[in-house]
Each structure stands twice: as structure tokens, then as C-alpha cells.
């Protein structure tokens, strides 16, 4: 089975602080990992995917294998980037199909 | 350029009562289609997932249905909502397997009184 945790629910920083937004997953295979974003009034929408290694909106995601974790980081928060945040995990279903699992999200408030 | 369509934004229903939900994709053929639920502290649930026409997978046992009739229009259905069928229905499609990018919906926010 897949799982993704995402132990904070509400994660407030202050403007220009560094954030961490923590994801765990559980997969026996090789996963592909995503960060999605909603703000306010706007639909959910892709941040993110591990496999493009690239920064959106000055944020960073690396994969680590050893420790299953999928952290999204940004070294200095905006007023902004306060929204919900979503890991996400793709991997093999049994029906031979890719499924792709969420976790609960995060709240980022990042503190004018 | 793709876009996804979902209705009514808004729904009060009573408990017992049937319920449609529909979603459309224009602008892309033969996409994947999804059915998620986003509750608070719960993150988004996996309903329905499906490949084609007619082709649905249940990700779940619930009160819930889907069909899809037609390739590009996707409907969630229930023929007696309960109180726990409240929440927030958002339809998602992607291209080819679900390692590609999912775009969602508007999403629908159902109360069931």
C-alpha cells in the first residue's frame, strides 16, 4: 500500500523566514512524488513534481530515498505563499494502473 | 488550450435524496478522470478513477457512483446521500497515467442536511 503523511496540518512562519513543509511516503516500489498548492479561492493546481528538479515560485522539493521523505522547501516565506499544500505519491496500483495518493495537507501562514 | 468544467459549484441536498455531479474536459481526448473528496483533516480521497469509456475503478465503498458516458464528461452519482456524503467533490483529468499532472476542477461543495 501507498501512504503519504504530512504531519503539520498548520505551519505559520514569519515573512522572510525559511520554510519546511514535511512529507513522508510509504511505497515499496519507485514512487514519483509531487507538491500541489491551493490558495485561497483558486483551484488546486500542480507545484511541483520531483522528477523535473526544478524551483517554482523559489520553492525546492528534493527526493530522499533513505529517510521516504519529500520536503518542500523555501529559504525566505512571502505573504503570498501562505495557502494549503498537498504531497502527493503516484505509484503502481494493483489493477496495473498508476494511482496517485494525497496526503492531508498543510496550512502555510506566513505572518506579515 | 484544456479546460475543466464542474457543476453545480454549490449543492444543499436532504439526507435520502439521489445526487448528480458532473464534470466535463474540453480541449484533450481520451483523458484520465478522477473523483476526489477534500475534507478538512483529511486531506483528498480518492473516489473514482477512470481510463475510458465505461471503464470506472472504485477506490472505496461508499454510498457513491460514477459513470462515464461519454470521453470527456464524467458523473458521480448516489441514489440516497447520507450526512457523511458531505463535503467538497473536486473532478480531476490528466494525460495518460496518473504519473502525468493532474488539473482539477472548480470543485463542488455539497452539504447534505
Known amino acids: 500500500a501507498q501512504r503519504v503523511t504530512q504531519p503539520e496540518k498548520l505551519l505559520s512562519v514569519f515573512k522572510g523566514a525559511p520554510v519546511e513543509l514535511k512529507c513522508n511516503y510509504s511505497?515499496?516500489?519507485?514512487?514519483?512524488l509531487f507538491w500541489y498548492v491551493q490558495y485561497s479561492r483558486q483551484r488546486l493546481q500542480l507545484l511541483l513534481r520531483?522528477?523535473s528538479r526544478e524551483s517554482i515560485k523559489g520553492f525546492t522539493a528534493d527526493l530522499n530515498k533513505g529517510e521516504t521523505s519529500f520536503h518542500l522547501k523555501k529559504p525566505f516565506a512571502q505573504e503570498e505563499d501562505s495557502a494549503m499544500y498537498y504531497c502527493?505519491?503516484?505509484?503502481?496500483?494493483?489493477?496495473?494502473?498508476?494511482?496517485?495518493?494525497f496526503g492531508i495537507g498543510t496550512k502555510l501562514q506566513v505572518i506579515p | 488550450s484544456q479546460t475543466i468544467h464542474q457543476w453545480p459549484a454549490t449543492l444543499v441536498q436532504p439526507v435520502g435524496s439521489p445526487l448528480s455531479l458532473e464534470c466535463t474536459v474540453e480541449?484533450?481526448?481520451?483523458?484520465?478522470l478522477y473523483w476526489y473528496r477534500q475534507a478538512a483533516g483529511r486531506g483528498l480521497q480518492l473516489l473514482f478513477y477512470?481510463?475510458?469509456?465505461?471503464?470506472i475503478s472504485s477506490e472505496v465503498p461508499q454510498n457513491l457512483s460514477a459513470s462515464r458516458p461519454q470521453d470527456r464528461q464524467f458523473i458521480l452519482s448516489s441514489k440516497k446521500l447520507l450526512l457523511s456524503d458531505s463535503g467538497f467533490y473536486l473532478c480531476?483529468?490528466?494525460?495518460?497515467?496518473?504519473?502525468?499532472?493532474?488539473?482539477f476542477g472548480p470543485g463542488t461543495r455539497l452539504t447534505v442536511l
Open positions: 520531483h522528477i
Open positions: 480531476a483529468w490528466s494525460l495518460g497515467s496518473s504519473t502525468d499532472t493532474q488539473y
Open positions: 480541449g484533450t481526448s481520451n483523458p484520465n
Open positions: 511505497y515499496s516500489g519507485s514512487p514519483e
Open positions: 502527493a505519491l503516484s505509484g503502481q496500483h494493483s489493477g496495473g494502473y498508476q494511482k496517485v495518493t
Open positions: 477512470s481510463v475510458g469509456i465505461g471503464q
